[in-house]
C-alpha cells in the first residue's frame, strides 16, 4: 500500500498581516495556523481509517496506515510544522509521540502474520527433549514434521504476498524487515537444533528445507519493490 494523501499548499503557506489587513499577533497567527493544521490532520487520520478497511487482510491495513502515518510523522518532522503544532497544542498532546504511538499499534497487528509459525516453532506440541538415540513414537514423529511443514509453508506463502506489498520510506522498511527477522529467525535457528539430529524422518532435510540464513534472506525480500 502506499500513500493516499500529499500535503497540499492550501493553508499551510497562509501569509498574515499583509498590506491592507490587520496584522494579528504573533501568538495569535500561530495558534489560528495550529488550530487549522490540527483539523487538517485530523480529518487525514479519519479518512486514513476508513480506507484501510478496503483491505480484507489485516495485516496489509496495519500495513497500509503504518505507511500512512510515518509519512505524516516524516513530514512533519521535517517542516516546521511540528514545532509549531506542538508549542501551541492546548491539550498538552505530544503529537510526534502520538504517531509513533499508532505506529507500534499497527505494527502489533502487522506481525499477527507470524503468530501461527511462531506457535509451531515453540515446545507446546512436542513437550519431550529427544536425544539423537530416541526412537520416537509415529504420534511425536508427525508432531515435529509438522512443524516444519507448518514454518515451510508460512514462509513461501507470505513471501509471494509480501513481496507485492510496498514500504517506499527505506529506513523504515528496514525496521519491519529487521522486526520480523529478529521475531522469526532465532527461534527458528532454536527449532533447527533441537531436532535436526532427531529421527524423526528416514530423511529429516525433506522438512528442514531452510537454513536460518535462508530464513533471514527470504524475510528481507519482502516489500522488494523498486522505488
Known sequence: PGYTSRWGSSGINAEYGHQGTRALPKSNIHRQMATYINGILKALEKNLESKSKVYDNRCLSALFLMNNYNYIRKNLQESELLHLLQ??????????????????????????????????????????????????????????????????????????????????????????????????VLQYCDMVQRYEKVNFSSNNRKYIIYTPDDVEKTLSMFFDQKF
Open 87 to 184: 508549542d501551541t497544542h492546548h491539550d498538552g498532546v505530544d503529537l510526534d509521540g502520538r504517531y509513533i504511538d499508532w505506529i507500534h499499534r499497527q505494527m502489533e497487528v502487522y506481525r499477527l502474520w507470524y503468530q501461527g509459525i511462531t506457535e509451531a516453532m515453540s515446545d507446546n506440541t512436542t513437550s519431550a527433549v529427544f536425544k539423537e538415540s530416541d526412537k520416537l513414537k509415529d504420534s511425536q514423529k508427525d508432531a515435529i514434521k509438522q512443524k516444519f511443514k507448518t514454518f515451510n509453508a508460512t514462509l513461501e506463502e507470505q513471501l509471494r504476498i509480501q513481496q507485492k506489498w510496498a514500504i517506499p520510506d527505506p529506513g523504515f522498511r528496514d525496521w519491519v524487515r529487521e522486526s520480523n527477522i529478529e521475531a522469526i
